[in-house]
């Protein structure tokens, strides 16, 4: 079963606004990250935020972990174009990663 | 460029066959991770190489297996091949010093392999 679970599945939104995307998880965990892809090609490391931190940001990109409820968030701030990709969180799980399904984001001009 | 390389780039195979994917991870990481990208199941972990041993095992069949070679470089080599192997095949690799996901993976460009 998927340790991470992205939502929404899919997110439209008007370049220049804030994309929230959730990530919920079933167990505990050590640290957990997000990822981007662009369609068809490899996965590119966002942001890691470890179990014992609140909030971490990367320039637009704005990653929260609420530990007690088990869930994570990744704010994009004024999006732009270049944004358009799937989202996806992974969390560890007896030492393996588990990939959520991912978050397929939007920007329309 | 994540310095991850995979070959060959894309495997058009037929059912019932074996193929040999590359990889060769980014220079000074001794990780080495294989994951599966299908439409229905997602990006599943396959299994991690960290310095020649296996260190984690996921969903990985039984007609799959892989190493991880003294040059750290790993093959992932696929059995019995049928129609729902069909899927992306990604590579990545990580600077892991002990355990497992403390550190950020590079992924390589993916493999995509057709089974007909």
């Known amino acids: 079963s998927q340790q991470g679970e992205e939502d929404p599945q899919a997110l439209s939104i008007q370049e220049g606004e804030n994309a929230t995307m959730n990530c919920s998880y079933k167990t505990s965990i050590n640290n957990l990250q997000w990822y981007r892809q662009n369609s068809g090609r490899g996965l590119v490391h966002l942001i890691l935020?470890?179990?014992?931190?609140r909030e971490k940001h990367s320039g637009r990109l704005r990653v929260t972990l609420d530990t007690s409820k088990k869930s994570s968030s990744l704010l994009i701030t004024a999006s732009r174009a270049a944004d358009t990709a799937s989202y996806f969180c992974a969390t560890d799980r007896d030492d393996k990663i588990i990939f959520g399904k991912g978050t397929r984001l939007h920007i329309l001009p | 460029d994540s310095g991850v390389t995979q070959t060959p780039k894309h495997l058009i195979t037929a059912t019932g066959q074996r193929v040999t994917l590359r990889c060769s991870p980014r220079s000074g990481d001794l990780s080495v991770y294989w994951y599966q990208q299908s439409l229905d199941q997602g990006l599943q972990f396959l299994i991690q190489y960290y310095n020649g041993e296996e260190r984690a095992k996921g969903n990985i069949l039984e007609r799959f297996s892989a190493q991880q070679f003294p040059d750290l470089h790993s093959e992932l080599n696929l059995s019995s091949l049928e129609l729902g192997d069909s899927a992306l095949y990604f590579c990545?690799?990580?600077?892991?010093?002990?355990?497992?996901?403390?550190?950020?993976?590079?992924f390589g460009p993916g493999t995509r392999l057709t089974v007909l």
């Open positions: 990545a690799s990580s600077v892991e010093l002990a355990g497992a996901f403390y550190n950020e993976q590079f």
């Open positions: 935020i470890r179990s014992n931190e």
